[in-house]
């Protein structure tokens, strides 16, 4: 079963205006990572945040971890076009290496 | 250029065939994975290899067969017991036990003929 939950599925924007998807996950987490496929093409790692970290940045990338609730958020901020792509989180649990994914939220961004 | 590549981009498959999915990495990374991405869903772990001559069962592995002889390379077989095997194959590596981090290849799609 998968570990994360995107929230929303899926997400429409203007250019320019911010962009907010939630994870959501069941178990400890070692870290948590999100990452950014564009259609028909492989994942690419955006942000890694670990257990013991509240918030990342990166460029106009925030992320966000609460433990407590188990979830993440990632912002976009001043979104582009080209930011058109599905998001998803991925977690590494504290007992194994190997990372869950959910199963995206499909972001578009109209010029 | 280091990185994963993945062959064929498209690869069809007919009934009761076996078929072999390409993937070699040149990053010098311990860990290669095998996922499965179906439409408009996440990926799931087919198998993963932590070292040469090493490799688990993830959450999927009936029907799949892999092989780790090599670091650099990580082959993949959907066998003619996989009833399903219509979907997005993406391979990714990572240096085992840093973050887990993962660098994928481009991805293969296998299609039923």
């Known amino acids: 079963s998968q570990q994360g939950e995107e929230d929303p599925q899926a997400l429409s924007i203007q250019e320019g205006e911010n962009a907010t998807m939630n994870c959501s996950y069941k178990t400890s987490i070692n870290n948590l990572q999100w990452y950014r496929q564009n259609s028909g093409r492989g994942l690419v790692h955006l942000i890694l945040i670990r257990s013991n970290e509240r918030e990342k940045h990166s460029g106009r990338l925030r992320v966000t971890l609460d433990t407590s609730k188990k979830s993440s958020s990632l912002l976009i901020t001043a979104s582009r076009a080209a930011d058109t792509a599905s998001y998803f989180c991925?977690?590494?649990?504290?007992?194994?290496?190997?990372?869950?994914f959910g199963d995206g939220t499909t972001l578009t961004v109209k010029p | 250029d280091g990185g994963i590549t993945q062959s064929p981009k498209y690869l069809f498959r007919k009934e009761g065939q076996n078929v072999t999915l390409s993937c070699e990495q040149n990053?010098?990374?311990?860990?290669m994975y095998w996922y499965r991405q179906d439409p408009g869903q996440g990926l799931r772990l087919i198998y993963y290899s932590q070292i040469v001559n090493d490799f688990q069962k993830g959450d999927i592995a009936e029907g799949y067969s892999v092989s780790r002889e090599k670091k650099e390379s990580f082959p993949l077989t959907v066998t003619s017991a996989q009833k399903n095997p219509t979907a997005f194959y993406l391979c990714a590596s990572s240096i085992w036990g840093r973050d887990e981090k993962l660098f994928f290849g481009s991805g293969t799609q296998l299609s039923v003929l």
């Open positions: 990053l010098n990374h311990d860990a």
């Open positions: 991925a977690t590494v649990g504290t007992n194994a290496g190997k990372s869950t």
